[in-house]
């Protein structure tokens, strides 16, 4: 609650583009549960301090032992001859005291041998001090966080995910300035798919869709979580009414948004209740291949979600093959306002949306980079140039999801995220 955690007071957006929050800190300075991880962090320290140390004494116990084993036979043969030395101190003539004195020459380094034994000793006390705090320290967390149990601690962290998102929401958009490196979930699949999770979901739902080749395809598998699609377990499957084409699909809100073959009608299809709940023609939109990306595969309409709502990016003959965008109605599927880009679709790689911009690439190819914006809310446009990293050289789908702020790519028979 306000009154022990931190609360964002207020939020804006500065001159420059930067988010700035207000804060509010706890009465009491720190909050308890930072308290309680410092001390964990702590204990976690102190065990792999411990752990190091018995390793150390573990590699030198052995090997201060096998120095002492190989010296057994040279300390027993000298205690014979200083048995015989002190019965009879006359038959201990010089050559044999020389002998003496070279057999205690070579035992000489096993003194700081011994002293280490007396060191590793003191060691092994400590350690057990130690060892003990630690277990006090622990019962003592233990029994202290024993005071919430998980549905308590489960509700607190479904409280903070909706301040977190309440805030994200308060900040606003900004610009594009760079994109991560890829990250390569799986390798499966033809060369050319879909893959995605839903846009509009509480962040407890994390199933996946995944769509195989880009046209006359009408199988989706639906993966549990991520995890599950990453091993290729726990899935449904849903055969769609009308087989797709391209790779432009989107899942917004329970319901996938996709182009019917051969045509220029977009599709609404609801998962749960396995049905089409709309389907309607974009007017004017080439399709079959007419104004497709670069890299073809019937690309022609590609659906998008980003944090304002649902997209479509296609051309028309009017607009002499340049891309347009639009924003669709996402329950009547009604085109609401379109605009113009200019920039030619067959010249472009892929493209998404991000806070109400059309970001560009110049090529599906290695060597690739984000070339070229366009602002809806300004109706103008600026060439870009931010580094995308291909890595497996052809891109097929390239999708923003806003509510992770992930872009999902099928990449050459590979899920791959930025």
Sequence with gaps: ?????????????????????????????????????????????????????????????????????????????????????????????????????????????????????????????????EVRNLSGSLLAIQEEMGAYDYEELQQRVLMLEARLH???????????????????????????????????????????????????????????????????????????????????????????YYNKYQSNIAVKYHFRSRSVLVQRSLAGAGYNNTFPYSWGGFSDIDFMVDESGLWAVYTTNQNAGNIVVSRVDPQTLEVLRSWDTGYPKRSAGESFMICGTLYVTNSHLAGAKIYFAYFTNTSSYEYTDIPFHNQYSHISMLDYNPRERVLYTWNNGHQVIY
């Design 166 to 256: 309440a805030c994200m929401q308060k900040l606003g958009c900004g610009k594009l300035t760079g994109v991560s490196n890829p990250i390569t979930i799986r390798a499966s699949g033809s060369r050319f798919g879909s893959w995605m999770t839903d846009t509009m979901t509480p962040s407890a739902d994390s199933r996946v869709w995944y769509m195989d080749g880009y046209y006359k395809g009408r199988r989706v598998l639906e993966f549990r979580t991520l995890n599950d699609f990453v091993t290729g377990q726990n899935f449904v499957q849903h055969l769609l009414p009308h087989p797709w084409a391209g790779t432009g699909h989107v899942v917004f809100n329970g319901s996938l």
């Design 1 to 129: 609650s306000p009154d022990e955690g931190w609360q964002v007071y207020t939020s804006a957006q500065a001159p420059d583009g930067k988010c700035l929050c207000t804060a509010v800190i706890p009465v009491q300075g720190t909050c308890s549960r930072d308290l309680r991880s410092h001390q964990l962090r702590q204990l976690m320290e102190k065990v792999q301090n411990i752990s190091q140390s018995m390793e150390v004494l573990d590699l030198r116990t052995y090997r201060d032992l096998q120095y002492v084993r190989n010296t057994e036979s040279l300390m027993k043969g000298l205690d014979s001859r200083l048995k015989v030395a002190a019965e009879s101190q006359k038959n201990l003539n010089a050559k044999s005291f020389q002998e003496l004195k070279e057999k205690m020459t070579e035992l000489l380094p096993l003194l700081p041998v011994l002293d280490q034994y007396k060191s590793d000793t003191r060691l092994i006390v400590h350690l057990k001090e």
